[in-house]
Structures are given as structure tokens and as C-alpha cells.
């Protein structure tokens, strides 16, 4: 497939990173030739100098009727649905523009867009606020995501000294039942495909994946809790925040705390109808975060533009005995360090990004099917083909490489685990959790 991508910011760039690792016709453009030169020095693709709306610099970096999907990315709205729009005149098959108005997304908003040649909208700070509102609905997991209306779920589950699985073989923990698989393990600042023989330690976040009527049943060996939200404190007025209030004021009591007091002013206009607490203040001051009452928030969520900060508040939290905190990190390469602490869930936008283009990409080649991308690792849901390798024997004897492991399947819209004796078969869709960059070795199994 020729992908190219309009825009070599931090969105751009690691989109194109990802997207480099999957043999795929990557171009990139921008107008910044410092900024192509790093991709070109690093990854697998092409890179072009040019106006992202023009229509003889994006002819040139090949927009064409063999282009089959353009993905503009830079950080400019307008800029990215102009260059969609002249993306489709020139040929384009599929376009994609990042947008920052969450008007844009209603049905007339996408019916407009549409005549105008741009097929999708990704709005990153919806996708934030949907993973957020995720997170609080089910505060003992840390990640949550279901696959074919609810057929098999993923979720990850940091556990402690304490919980009856911390210490014990995996092959120990499912020898008597297969209600659920640990697909990974993140282990400090490495992620591990496991064997039977690993033992799971303190602080390790388990990646499980099950069917709903075991989700409970995994709570208990992590010895966690189940308690409800009922109010929240979030650190930040930007866009996830008042995303954040329109989806679920009325299911959660929000106190909005934001330092800059031109963005405070226009809150309440920003979040009308929404039944939310607006305070001016900074809430890296501990006497504030007091005086609003923290000790009695259920959850924190911190959302400012500052990474560094969203971490040390939602550590504060946890000190003031807020049982749950999520915070957005939105530098890469601190993932790993704040994953490290107690912090809670992480949200990123640019991997949400990345996530959603990537089940765009599904619907231009069915043979690549991701539907998640964490810092490094991927899930892919990948349909086994008639003739294919991954059907001709039980998994225990396709000899798959240690840095995937085959999660579950859905087969006949039924979810199911797979163990050793099984035998996938044409037509299942199997999902997949691999580390960074082996995807596309997978891949080649399932066609």
C-alpha cells in the first residue's frame, strides 16, 4: 500500500514510525526539511519537501490514483482538511484529517466533509476523554478494551504483595481451568511475551485476555477491589477536560481545576449545559488541592499540556488517598518511567491516534487488522486465510516466535481462548499481541 502522510510532527512522525515497520509505501511531507531528515535517517520510508496544500508538492510526493490512503496529521486543522480535499482530487482511494473542533464529528458535520473528499475525522481529544470515561467506569483496571461487541476483552491489572497470583508460575495458574490468558507482562520498562515458566512478580502490569464472564473471577486472584466513582477531581481546562465533561457530567460529580485565568473564564461557556465545578487555581499547590476538597475525590485525572506535571499530581493524589488517578503523558518516552509508578492509568493521544488510523488502514488492506498500539507493543486482529500456515497444525506445533502469542479468536461471533491443542481454522479472527515491529512477520502467517 502507498501511505503518505501530510505532516512530520509529533502525531506524523510517530505514525510513520509505526507505520515504516509494516512494509509498507510510506511517504512523508512536510515543510520542514530538518524534520524530514530525521525520519529519513531512522526509518524505512520517503520523505518529500512541500506545502501540504499544494497540489503540485503533494502530486509530487506521489498523490495519485495509487495512493491509497493520505493522512494529514499536521497541527493545523484547516490545513489538514484542505490537503485531504486536494489529496482526493488528485486520486486518493481514502483521506484522513485530524481535526480539533468537536463539532466536525455530527452526522452533518461528517456528511459535509465527505463531499468535500475527506472520509475521515480524528478528533485525538475525543478518543482521550472516551478512554478516560473507560477507565473510571472500571477504576481496578488500568487498561479495558473489548473486542466484537464484548465477544473477548483485554485489560491490564497492575498487581501487589498480596495478591495469591504474585509468585506463581502462569502454567500454575491455569492448570487447573482456561477461563484466561496473561497475553503480556510489563515488567518495569520492558514488555514481555510470556512462556508457562515466567513468574509473575510484585508491581508487574499483567495484560489478561478472557471472556466477560471471567472478569471478575481475575479481580479476585489480582486482589483487587471493586468500588464505585462517584466524584472527580481533573487537573486541566483543555479540550479532553471539557470533552470529558459533555460525555459524562451526569453520571460522575466534576470539579474542574485550571490555573489560567482567561482559560477559566471561558470554561463555563465551553462546558454549557455540563454540571461541573469550575475552579481558579493551581493545582500543583497542595493547600489547594485541600481546600477543594481532594481527600474526598474518588478519582483525579490530570490533563494539563505538561506531562511532568500530570504525573507529579496524579502521585500527589495518590498521597491524599485518592484510590484512582489517570493522567495524560503525552511525551513517548516518559510511558515507561510513569508505567513505573503509581499512577494510575495513562492516556495518550497520540497512540489513541494512531490506534484509530490503523483500523481506518484495516478497511483499505483486511489484511491488517490493528486495533491497538501501546508504547511497545501492538494487538492485531488478524483473519486466518484458507491455505494459510497458522491453520495447518495446533499452536503447540506451529513453533510462532517468542515475541508474539496468539490471545484468543473469534469464531462464528464467538470469543474463545487458545491453548496448546488448538487448532485455528480458516475464516477465525484471531487476535495477536506481539512486541514493536514484528507485525508484519506475523502477518505473513495468516495469508
Known amino acids: 500500500m502507498r501511505i503518505v502522510i501530510v505532516g512530520a510532527g509529533e502525531v506524523g512522525s510517530h505514525l510513520a514510525k509505526l507505520l515504516s515497520r509494516e512494509n509498507q509505501d510510506i511517504i512523508v511531507v512536510d515543510r520542514d526539511n530538518d524534520k524530514l531528515d530525521k525520519l529519513d535517517a531512522n526509518y524505512n520510508l520517503m520523505t518529500s519537501v512541500g506545502s501540504p496544500t499544494s497540489f503540485r508538492d503533494?502530486?509530487?510526493?506521489?498523490?495519485?490514483?495509487?495512493?491509497?490512503?493520505?493522512?494529514?496529521?499536521?497541527?493545523?486543522?484547516?490545513?489538514?482538511?484542505?490537503?485531504?480535499?486536494?489529496?482526493?482530487?488528485?486520486?486518493?482511494?481514502?483521506?484522513?484529517?485530524?481535526?480539533?473542533?468537536?463539532?466536525?464529528?455530527?452526522?452533518?458535520?461528517?456528511?459535509?466533509?465527505?463531499?468535500?473528499?475527506?472520509?475521515?475525522?480524528?478528533?485525538?481529544?475525543?478518543?482521550?476523554?472516551?478512554?478516560?470515561?473507560?477507565?473510571?467506569?472500571?477504576?481496578?483496571?488500568?487498561?479495558?478494551?473489548?473486542?466484537?461487541?464484548?465477544?473477548?476483552?483485554?485489560?491490564?491489572?497492575?498487581?501487589?504483595?498480596?495478591?495469591?497470583?504474585?509468585?506463581?508460575?502462569?502454567?500454575?495458574?491455569?492448570?487447573?481451568?482456561?477461563?484466561?490468558?496473561?497475553?503480556?507482562?510489563?515488567?518495569?520498562?520492558?514488555?514481555?511475551?510470556?512462556?508457562?515458566?515466567?513468574?509473575?512478580?510484585d508491581n508487574d502490569i499483567l495484560f489478561f485476555t478472557t471472556t466477560r464472564d471471567y472478569v471478575d473471577e481475575i479481580r479476585q486472584i489480582c486482589g483487587k477491589r471493586d468500588y464505585k466513582i462517584e466524584k472527580i477531581m481533573i487537573m486541566g481546562g483543555g479540550r479532553i477536560a471539557v470533552r470529558l465533561a459533555h460525555m459524562a457530567s451526569d453520571r460522575w460529580e466534576m470539579t474542574i481545576i485550571e490555573e489560567n485565568a482567561e482559560v477559566c473564564r471561558r470554561l463555563p461557556e465551553r462546558c454549557s449545559g455540563c454540571d461541573v465545578n469550575i475552579i481558579h487555581g493551581d493545582a500543583r499547590n497542595n493547600d489547594t488541592l485541600r481546600e477543594e476538597g481532594l481527600e474526598g475525590m474518588d478519582a483525579f485525572v490530570a490533563l494539563t499540556d505538561f506531562s511532568e506535571s500530570n504525573i507529579l499530581g496524579c502521585l500527589t493524589a495518590k498521597e491524599f488517598g485518592v484510590s484512582k488517578t489517570v493522567a495524560e503523558v503525552e511525551n513517548i518516552q516518559f510511558i515507561s518511567e510513569a508505567e513505573a509508578l503509581n499512577i494510575g492509568s495513562i492516556i495518550n493521544k497520540k497512540l489513541l491516534a494512531s490506534s484509530k488510523i490503523f483500523q481506518i488502514l484495516l478497511a483499505s488492506d483486511e489484511n491488517t487488522s490493528k486495533f491497538l498500539t501501546l508504547a511497545d507493543a501492538e494487538i492485531a486482529e488478524l483473519e486466518a486465510r484458507e491455505g494459510s500456515k497458522i491453520t495447518q497444525a495446533p499452536v503447540m506445533d506451529l513453533k510462532l516466535s517468542k515475541e508474539m502469542t496468539i490471545a484468543g479468536l473469534i469464531r462464528d461471533g464467538e470469543g474463545m481462548l487458545v491453548g496448546g491443542r488448538t487448532q485455528i481454522q480458516p475464516g477465525d479472527h484471531v487476535v495477536v499481541f506481539c512486541l514493536s515491529g514484528h507485525i508484519h512477520k506475523i502477518e505473513r502467517l495468516f495469508s
Open 58 to 201: 503533494l502530486a509530487a510526493a506521489g498523490v495519485n490514483e495509487d495512493c491509497d490512503l493520505l493522512i494529514a496529521v499536521t497541527p493545523f486543522e484547516n490545513t489538514n482538511l484542505i490537503a485531504c480535499t486536494i489529496g482526493k482530487k488528485l486520486g486518493a482511494t481514502k483521506t484522513v484529517a485530524r481535526i480539533d473542533n468537536y463539532e466536525f464529528l455530527s452526522a452533518s458535520g461528517r456528511e459535509f466533509f465527505s463531499s468535500m473528499g475527506v472520509d475521515h475525522l480524528i478528533y485525538p481529544e475525543d478518543l482521550a476523554a472516551k478512554e478516560i470515561v473507560t477507565a473510571l467506569r472500571r477504576p481496578w483496571v488500568r487498561n479495558w478494551y473489548e473486542l466484537h461487541d464484548g465477544q473477548l476483552i483485554i485489560l491490564s491489572v497492575r498487581v501487589r504483595n498480596g495478591a495469591e497470583i504474585i509468585g506463581r508460575k502462569l502454567r500454575d495458574i491455569t492448570s487447573s481451568q482456561h477461563n484466561y490468558h496473561v497475553s503480556a507482562i510489563k515488567r518495569r520498562h520492558d514488555t514481555l511475551i510470556p512462556g508457562g515458566e515466567d513468574v509473575v512478580r
